[in-house]
């Protein structure tokens, strides 16, 4: 038979899930948070935990009438004592999986850096292993915590090319005349050395956009996890996220804190798991920052699962027109991975023929593809026809 804290445990863990199902931009850490905003206030009346939890997940007025019921839904009768428990239990617990701040500096999670060759040694273990293989939609919250700590610790660097700035280089792809004279005024002028320059090498920026609507929420959060890592490999990091309006990120993931990040985003997007309208987004993107962020010939990621409301005709114009403003395009598509997957959704099929890769996104695992991808330098895949 289970007891009470076991019930009252289960409970708040439920209550997160519904937050998150009725539209709540709740993370992967917001059931931490409700118990430390109850510790702050104390468990002497009802009314002060629900104003606490409120100050947590609630960030507009429109929501506070399905924060009510909710909140009645799960925490009445016997709501003090068995929320108690909660608090003694997971203040009690110690965290297996926390998610480190990125650039860190205590020898503790240097040595740990230090351990880390490749991608393939943080997910070493059984555990890890097998979370690798596990869908997002289908990871409890504290397996979600963990899988969001290997993407934030996976160890790779992107691919280079060649910039048109040149640099020394002992063999380098042409003479470099100015340094060859002024080495000539040298004691060694009398044997007239040739020197060389080569390209210097940059990274290319990468640009995300992510769909945050409904069928995507658990995908994006993960995602959002992976590329608040990735901008501290690539020189410039742009990112997007949409669901009926697009809504620039770059700003609030830039905290070192990825669930600090996170709760940041969820302050700032207005339209958290809103219908999808695709074209409208890549549109929007076209219109006000392609331009600004653009140069640099940058990778796109956009990371949906094609399923849009919008007009399939503007989706494939305006996917044309990112298209051939910038160096490649990338899809990540959660449901790519799953048995029986085609591209018949109304949106996938609009963006397909301007996509150079179209690549899973459900799993740990996919996103290691996606980093091979994204540490190589291949030619582009389009049709002709797209192009």
């Known amino acids: 038979m289970k007891s009470q804290g076991d019930i009252a445990s289960a409970n708040l863990v439920m209550f997160v899930r519904t937050l998150r199902s009725s539209g709540f931009a709740v993370t992967t850490t917001t059931t931490q948070h409700l118990v430390e905003a109850v510790a702050l206030v104390g468990m002497h009346r009802g009314s002060d ?3 606490a939890f409120r100050a947590v997940v609630v960030t507009r007025r429109s929501q ?10 799960f925490f009445s009768g016997d709501f003090v004592i068995t929320l108690d428990d909660v608090v003694d239990r997971l203040a009690e617990r110690k965290p297996v999986h926390r998610a480190p701040r990125i650039g860190a500096t205590s020898a503790e999670e240097t040595e740990d850096t230090e351990d880390r060759d490749d991608v393939v040694d943080v997910v070493g273990g059984s555990a890890s292993e097998r979370l690798m293989d596990v869908d997002f939609a289908d990871l409890s919250d504290d397996e979600a915590a963990s899988v969001a700590a290997l993407l934030a610790n996976m160890t790779w660097s992107p691919s280079s090319v060649a910039s048109r700035r040149w640099q020394p280089a002992s063999n380098g792809e042409l003479p470099d005349l100015r340094r060859t004279l002024r080495m000539l005024t040298g004691p060694r002028g009398d044997l007239m050395p040739l020197a060389f320059s080569e390209r210097r090498p940059r990274q290319r920026p990468l640009i995300v956009i992510a769909d945050i609507s409904g069928s995507m929420e658990r995908y994006s959060e993960m995602l959002l996890h992976f590329i608040h890592g990735a901008q501290y ?14 809504t620039r990120i770059t700003r609030q993931l830039r905290a ?5 990040a996170l709760e940041r985003v969820a302050r700032t997007v207005l339209d958290w798991s809103g219908g999808t309208r695709i074209g409208e987004a890549i549109g929007a993107f076209n219109r006000d920052w392609l331009r600004r962020v653009g140069s640099g010939g940058p990778i796109v990621l ?6 849009d409301t919008g007009d399939p005709n503007q989706l494939a114009l305006e996917m044309r027109r990112l298209g051939r403003s910038v160096h490649r395009v990338v899809w990540l598509n ?3 991975g799953h ?5 018949t959704a109304r949106g996938m099929a609009a963006a397909l023929p301007y996509v150079d890769d179209l690549l899973a996104g459900g799993t740990a695992r996919n996103l290691v593809d996606l980093i091979d991808l994204l540490q190589t ?6 049709s002709i026809a797209a192009r």
């Open 233 to 246: 490999k690539f020189s410039s990091v742009e990112a997007f996220v949409f669901a009926t309006r697009l």
């Open 256 to 260: 070192r804190n990825p669930s600090d």
């Open 334 to 336: 959660p449901l790519a």
């Open 339 to 343: 048995e029986g997957f085609t591209t």
């Open 302 to 307: 956009v990371v949906s699962d094609g399923w």
């Open 377 to 382: 330098s291949r030619n582009r895949q389009r």
């Open 49 to 51: 935990v629900r104003e």
């Open 64 to 73: 506070n009438q399905r924060f009510d019921a909710i909140f009645e839904q």
